[in-house]
């Protein structure tokens, strides 16, 4: 039996994380196998809370905080995790995609760590990462599985995987967890930024996703006036996304709500049951085309055994319920509290052994120290 522990840093966007990770494999070779369990030993997600009077990130603003927070917080890590920094048998972190700046304070802390502990840096590519903790792990509770083990649990190849965020909407195909083709990825903006984007124009804070989603739950599902179209798939382009016609959509309908055809405008003033509708039309338009893409992919890939689905937009249970109705398909998706960016999916991807799911590979290409 072997163990290895992974401290992970992510830092792409406006999350400062640090994770400690074991896994346990069988045998010695653990480069060469799957782990059988994972214990989560530190899991600290500090979400930067200064872009909110913004509305949005600011690139700046984000490296800065990470400065500021990254070496206390590595440090808390420790002290969670009762363990010492040279007990870590490598160092991993996020190298993209993600904010230039922001990505540069996790990737230059995490290389002086390695090298002042003299070991192994795995860069690791952030979309790849967010599929993680759905191929190991059915769930994961920080407040009740931290320091505990807990088994992994494989999920059945040919997978279809979804990672749709803030910043990505990427459809891949999984031969293996080491073998990520991708079918299709948006053509502008990611989905979870149109939630913002919408969120924002109706008054809600920024991150706009949950708020939005709240907001629809409360719209008249019976008789809501409105409706949006979503960029059907054609015949070329069966897997690929495109969220910008959908946000034009929804500002033109809050224009001749408000009756202000140019300028600026901001949707609050709104009454609000109207709000509630355009939420729910959006996010239906929104959901619907995810789910629009899945079913092309499914159609045209019969032997897959099961669907992953990740990233921040993951969190979304409007999602989640239309895609359980879903029943002829197995679904797995990253554990709730795995879906936002987390230094805990890159310390999991670190630990899949010689993993490729990146392109380029990460290690090969990455990995300093060996
Ligand atoms: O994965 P993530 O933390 O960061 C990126 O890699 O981008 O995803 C954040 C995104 C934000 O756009 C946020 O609004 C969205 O995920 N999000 C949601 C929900 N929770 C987070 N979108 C819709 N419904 C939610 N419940
Ligand atoms: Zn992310």
Known sequence: MSIQTVF???????ETSISIVQSETLDQHSSEQFPTRLRVL?????????????????PEVAARDHLLKITPLA?????QAQIRANEVDAVAVTLGPGLIGALMVGAMFAQGLAKALNKPLLGINHVDAHLSPALLLESFYPRTDLGEWLKVSPIKFPALALTVSGGHCHLSLLKSPRERTLLGHTADDACGEAFDKVAKLLGLPYPGGPHLETLAAKANKES??????SVLADKNNRHGFSYSGLKTQVLDTVRKQLGYPTGRIQGHSLPDDVKQNIAAAFQDAAIGQLMDRLNNALRDFPDIRTVVVAGGVAANSEFRRRLAEQTQIQFRFAPMSLCSDNATMIALHALIPHSTLASPHPFSRYTYGE
């Open 8 to 14: 992970a840093v992510e830092s792409s966007c406006d």
């Open 42 to 58: 530190a899991h600290i997600v500090e979400s930067q809370t200064s872009h909110l009077v913004f509305g949005g990130v600011v």
């Open 75 to 79: 440090r808390e890590a420790l002290a």
């Open 224 to 229: 809501n006036p409105f409706k949006f179209r």
